[in-house]
């Protein structure tokens, strides 16, 4: 005998007893006095039966129902929030990425900006200073002389002679 065959016989047992015993009761708590008691127990039996029946009807398909487990929403909520958690986290490792990249490029490009403008005053000292040896250089061949001015006719002579 299994266990729900045992379970009802016991509730079927209780609840006659439990009939017999409190039909008085009901009767006496619904008002129904003025009729007879073999009309009264009929009726009450008979309600009592069909909501028994309707009770285990009930429970049987409550039993025989196919049931889904359901899913704790908690278990959902974590993995959820790690996920966005770690969108951010790769998020905000792109980004500052991004910005470290383009920080290298902006040094990179004043680094040679500044070798650029360097190279240009280089390249202005260097003819500065060439100008200025020419400019000296002019200066010492217009200043200097081989030989004094008043010996200047005898460096002539010399100079034909030579020749």
Same mark, same amino acid.
Do not use: C
């Given at each position: %005998?299994? /266990?729900?065959?045992? /379970?009802?016989?016991?509730?079927?047992?209780?609840? =006659?007893? !439990?009939?017999?015993?409190?039909?008085?009761?009901?009767?006496? !708590?619904?008002?129904?006095? &003025? $009729?007879?008691?073999?009309? $009264?127990?009929?009726?009450?039996?008979?309600?009592?039966?069909? /909501?028994?029946?309707?009770?285990?009807?009930?429970?049987?398909?409550?039993?025989?129902?196919?049931?889904?487990?359901?899913?704790?929403?908690? *278990?959902?909520? #974590?993995?959820? !929030?790690?996920? #966005? !958690?770690? @969108?951010?986290?790769?998020?905000?490792?792109?980004?500052? &990425? &991004?910005?470290?990249?383009?920080?290298? +490029?902006? =040094?990179?490009?004043?680094?040679? @900006? @500044?070798?650029?403008?360097?190279? *240009? *005053?280089?390249?202005?000292?260097?003819? +500065?200073?060439?100008?200025? =040896?020419?400019?000296?250089?002019?200066?010492?061949?217009?200043?200097?002389?081989?030989?004094?001015?008043?010996?200047?006719?005898?460096?002539?002579? %010399?100079?034909?002679?030579?020749?």
């Amino acid at each position: %005998m299994s /266990f729900m065959n045992r /379970f009802r016989k016991k509730e079927y047992e209780i609840d =006659e007893r !439990a009939k017999l015993d409190g039909a008085a009761a009901v009767r006496g !708590a619904a008002g129904l006095g &003025g $009729q007879e008691p073999a009309l $009264q127990d009929a009726e009450l039996e008979e309600a009592l039966a069909n /909501f028994r029946l309707s009770v285990i009807a009930w429970s049987e398909a409550e039993l025989g129902r196919a049931r889904t487990p359901v899913r704790t929403v908690r *278990q959902r909520s #974590w993995r959820l !929030a790690a996920g #966005w !958690a770690l @969108a951010g986290v790769l998020a905000a490792g792109g980004l500052g &990425g &991004g910005i470290q990249e383009h920080r290298h +490029k902006l =040094e990179v490009a004043r680094m040679a @900006a @500044a070798a650029r403008v360097a190279e *240009q *005053q280089r390249v202005i000292a260097e003819q +500065k200073a060439k100008e200025e =040896e020419d400019l000296l250089a002019n200066v010492d061949s217009d200043v200097s002389r081989e030989v004094p001015s008043a010996l200047e006719p005898l460096a002539q002579l %010399m100079d034909d002679d030579n020749k």
